[in-house]
Structures are given as C-alpha cells and as structure tokens.
C-alpha cells in the first residue's frame, strides 16, 4: 500500500515555493498470509513509468510479488518496523529485498523523498519533477570545489535523514488510528532503517540522532555527514559493493574520467574508506562487508530487469562481475541475519565472521 503524507513543521528546500511543506509518498510491504487466487500488482504503477524510462528498463508484462491492500498477516500480533531510503530512484526499485523482508516477518516502509526521483506521483494526480540539487548533483558532471560539492551531498543526507525522522512520527499516528489497516499492527519498539547509497548514509544518520531507531544498515553508500566522522552508538551493519575505482593511482582516475582533479580523488577516497571504518569502529557492534564483483547498482533492482539498448545502465551491468540473483540473496541474507538478530534477539551466526558459503563475502571494510 502507499501513503501520501505532509509534514507541516518541514519546509521543503527543493521548491520553487518557499511556502510549500515537504510532502511524501511512502510505499508499504508487509506479511501476509498466502493468497493463491490473488493478483500481483504492477512493479511499477503508470505514473512511476518515468523512473525505469530514465534508467532504460523495458518493464512491458513485469509484475510484482506484492498483493495490493491485503489483510495483514495473523501470524504474529504486531510486526517489527523497517524504514527503506533509497537514492535517486523511487523504493520500488528495491522491491526485490523489500518483498524478501515483508516475507520473513517485517513491516517495509519504502520513502520516495520528493525531487530526488525523476517523478514523484502523489494520489490526488499531481506530479512533481526532479530537482538536480535534490541528489547533489551525483548525475554530474562534477563542478566547482570538492569541499562545495562534498558539503552539498552532507545537506542532501542530512534532509533525507529528517525524512526518516518525519515517517516515524506518521507511522506512531497510523499505528494509533483503528481506521487503518496496519493499525495497531506495528511495533515501533523495534524499528530500524537501511537504505542504498546516500540514503545508506540516511539511514545511519538518522539512527545514530532518534532514540526511536533500534539499529541501521547501509548499503553501499559514501558517509559524507555528522556519522561518517563520529560514528554511531547502537548496532550497524555496511554491505559494501566492490570499490576497484579506488584501486588505481590519483592520475590515472583524472584521466579516466573518475574524477575532476587528484585533490578531489583523494579526498573522497579519504571520506568513504574513513567514514565505513569509523563506522565500523564505533558502532555497538558494528559489522562491515564487502561483496566481490558486486557494483554500486547490484542492491537494486536493476541488474534483474531488461534493458533497452540505450539504458545509461547497460555499460554499468555489463562490467559487474557477480550474478544477480546471488547478490540479491547474499544481501538478504545479511538483513534477514542482522535484524533478526537486533530487533528479533535470535540467532544471527551469519554475522560472526567468514562463512563457507559465502565466499564471495570479505569481513571488515577496506
């Protein structure tokens, strides 16, 4: 199901209004009981069309494993809550590790923050384009100073972080209205976040500021604020892709494009390897890994979904090095292993060190 939702206490910095509040829609996965006549929904609903249209996706006959507004699963009273930022892309794009975790037991609450995504859809009809600044401008080409730009990028996860901050006060409010399906249905004693990328760096930074987030997770992203220096005091995981762009000499990334110029290189080698080993440092406990031939776009959906010959992604696909559906299952594993073992108390022992099965995992961050 999906929510639109307003926070009147929040301006929204990314319109062109300086009246107007920040505005989301959500989008919820969560258990229910098997349903074998019922139809899938969409992957993604006509007015999201633009997302996969952007990135190249031929979605023509793809469905989701989700039913629409079906009744909440009776097999446990209440359901622990999850909080999903991705990054530039709406939370539909991760559908694939939000259906695995709704089905294993967890509320999934997918955020679209408003003018980062190339449309954002609300339910009365309106339609709200992308604001480049919104994303910090990770499309490029990368202008002006490191330090501007690096300071731009902190704001952005800064704001995506009140974003989680503002979901949690709607989702108390759900939770308390018996009009609502998931009503009375989430446990939001135990509610955690993760997210992709800069919202990777989100969901670490909102958890490591409310007392309402129990732990995080952040996949794959760069920290570039507060928790990249100083770390967070409460359990974290980073599931980190492969980084072989910072395997190569300043020079020779400047002459492959990589990067504007050596300072900037080495400066956002310096933050992300720093930011990923203070995290690992101060986090109680922390927990980091790298998955080999992994690429920053293997947590999503992506490497699922056909593409059209002119996809921006296709270059990117074809240099990954790891099958989509191993990634995909290796990442659920390690959620499915941390927040069993942070929100549930059971047994995680995925999570203590090299498994057999999992070569691909490498322990600890670069």
Known sequence: MSYDWVDPTRTEIYAADPDDRRELVVFVWYPVNPQPAAEFAPYLP??????????????????????PEAAVAADNSVYPVLLLSPSGFPPLLLAAIAEELASHGFVV?????????????????????????AIGGALGPQTGSYEEVFRQRESVCEYKAADLASVAGH???????????LAGRLDLTRVAALGHSFGGNAALEWCRT???????????GALWSEVGRVGLDRPAMQVLAEHREFAVT???????????????????????????RTVQKRAQPGYTMQVGGAAHLSFMDVPF???????????????????????WRITCDLLLAFFARHLNGAPAPLLDGPADDYPEVIIGPP
């Not at 996969?52 to 006959?61: I, K, P, S, T, V």
């Not at 409310?210 to 996949?219: F, G």
């Not at 492959?256 to 080495?266: H, R, Y």
């Open 250 to 276: 300043s020079e020779d990334a400047v002459k492959a494009g990589a990067a504007p110029n050596v300072d900037w290189f080495e400066a956002e080698k310096a933050i992300t390897f720093g930011g990923w």
């Open 46 to 67: 006509p007015e999201w069309a633009p997302a996969a249209e952007f990135l190249g996706l031929n979605l023509a006959g793809v469905s989701s494993h989700a039913i």
């Open 210 to 220: 409310d007392q309402r987030c129990v732990a995080a997770v952040n996949l794959d």
């Open 109 to 133: 609450v997918g955020v679209n923050h408003t003018y980062e995504t190339t449309v954002t859809a609300f339910a009365d009809g309106r339609v709200v384009p992308m604001n480049p600044v």
């Open 171 to 181: 989702l108390a409010r759900l939770n308390n209205d018996p009009t609502q399906l």
């Open 305 to 327: 979904l056909p593409v059209t010959d002119a996809s921006i992604v296709k270059a990117a696909l074809a240099a990954t090095r790891i099958d989509p559906q191993r990634m």
